[in-house]
Structures are given as C-alpha cells and as structure tokens.
C-alpha cells in the first residue's frame, strides 16, 4: 500500500523556518522524482519544489528560489523541504508528490504551514 505522509508543518512568524518531511512506503522510492506542492485558501495548487530521481537536479519556483530547499534521503525513503525566511504569502497546505512516467503519481494528505505574527 502506498503512502505518503508529511509533517513539520504548524505556525512560524514571518523571517522563521520550518522543515517539512515526507515519509513514503510502498513503492520504489530512488526510482520516483519528487516534488513538494502547496495550496494556499482560494488559490490553486502550484509546485514548489522538485528534485530527480537520481537527486543531483533540484528546481524551485521563482517565489522560494534562494529560500527553500529540497532534499531527499533515499535510504529513509523520505523528502523534504527546508523553508526559511518565510513570509505571510507562503502560508498554504504543503503537499509532497512521487512520480514516475505518466501512472505512478502519488500524493500525501498536506500539512498545513501558517506565516503570521
């Protein structure tokens, strides 16, 4: 059974950082590329952050470049993404996706992160 759960989300105030991880079982986790996701009230779901399968390649949206960073761990099966200097705009549910050619697209459940002083 597949599955994926984040955690590491929950309040910070604005210029603070928050690790995000994403556990996986289920699947061949080094084969998948993964992302991160996030949608934020009345907004659509937009990608993050990704990185490939083999690890070595990472990709931001423009909006957290040089702010967040994502990692995985192979041997843990799990991702995650580092924010800092976060800002009110990057409140959203986070969700962590592992794909792999056009069928194997998996998705966790979200963790809420709220930027507010």
């Known amino acids: 059974q597949v599955q994926l759960v984040e955690s590491g989300g929950g309040l910070v105030q604005p210029g603070g950082s928050l690790r995000l991880s994403c556990a996986s079982s289920g699947f061949t986790f080094s084969g998948y590329a993964l992302r991160w996701y996030r949608q934020a009230p009345g907004k659509e779901r937009e990608l993050v952050a990704g990185?490939?399968?083999?690890?070595?390649?990472?990709s931001y949206a423009d909006s957290v470049k040089g702010r967040f960073t994502i990692a995985r761990d192979n041997a843990k099966n799990t991702v995650y993404l580092q924010m800092n200097s976060l800002k009110p705009e990057d409140t959203a549910v986070y969700y962590c996706?592992?794909?792999?050619?056009?069928?194997?697209?998996?998705w966790g459940k979200g963790t809420l992160v709220t930027v507010s002083s």
């Open positions: 996706n592992a794909k792999r050619g056009v069928f194997m697209d998996y």
């Open positions: 990185i490939a399968s083999a690890g070595g390649v990472t």
